[in-house]
């Protein structure tokens, strides 16, 4: 099955800063990557996505980038704001047939000091 | 307004008392899934509906079952709880034609 792995567990960042968290995946079929935030506490929130035929994708201060070949994927936080901190996990799935799952990565804690 | 619901968002069990966790959604979704997440992991999927039909992961225990009645509800029945049991277990639904899933708050379970 996939295997997604995600770096670094935990990254501090002064306000202001860029923040970078990359993944990668094993299966080359997976074509959907999804970022969700969670805060503590609270549900995982949808904050940005990208299929396979899209090599990135921005949405104000966030951005996702796709290499397909390479199997990793990673985002990119400009600006980083207090309100940032919180748990990132990225996600990769497989559409076959409707059926969907999500393989999530371990999550990387976002520590934005003011 | 919520689109995803669950209920309790907090369920205090007792050791081996069987629990019932509940799920609904507004969105008329087909898929519905059930995650469990302990403190500091990733949503760990337990299994999913696609429509009526029941997908079990492969190391989801025994001791977890789930119906779906309908559309719009989907349950999780913890037959006999245990202490590793305790975690926030998590709701999701996604549209057939679509990706993206939509979690629900949550239900926090704790066993004593």
């Known amino acids: 099955g996939e295997n997604v792995e995600q770096h670094p567990s935990t990254l501090s960042v002064q306000e202001g800063d860029s923040a970078v968290i990359k993944c990668t995946y094993s299966?080359?079929?997976?074509?959907?990557f999804p970022w969700y935030k969670q805060e503590l506490g609270k549900r995982p929130q949808l904050i940005i996505d990208?299929?396979?035929?899209?090599g990135e994708k921005k949405d104000q201060r966030i951005a996702v980038t796709l290499n397909k070949t390479a199997k990793h994927f990673s985002l990119h936080i400009t600006e980083t704001q207090p309100e940032d901190s919180a748990v990132y996990f990225c996600?990769?799935?497989?559409?076959?047939?409707?059926?969907?799952?999500?393989?999530f990565g371990k999550g990387t804690m976002l520590l934005v000091s003011p | 307004d919520a689109m995803v619901i669950q209920n309790p968002r907090y369920q205090v069990t007792q050791f081996g008392k069987p629990v019932t966790l509940s799920c609904s959604q507004t969105l008329n979704h087909n898929v519905m899934y059930w995650y469990q997440q302990k403190s500091s992991q990733a949503p760990k999927l337990l299994f999913h509906?696609?429509?009526?039909?029941?997908?079990n992961e492969a190391d989801t225990p025994d001791n977890f079952q789930s119906r779906r009645p309908n559309t719009s509800f989907c349950f999780l029945d913890i037959r006999s709880p245990g202490l590793g049991d305790a975690a926030m277990y998590l709701c999701?639904?996604?549209?057939?034609?679509?990706?993206?899933?939509?979690f629900g708050p949550g239900t926090r379970l704790l066993v004593l």
């Open positions: 509906y696609y429509d009526k039909d029941f997908n």
């Open positions: 999701a639904t996604r549209g057939g034609g679509e990706e993206t899933q939509y």
């Open positions: 299966d080359s079929a997976s074509n959907y």
């Open positions: 996600a990769a799935s497989i559409r076959n047939s409707g059926y969907s799952t999500l393989t």
């Open positions: 990208i299929r396979s035929n899209v």
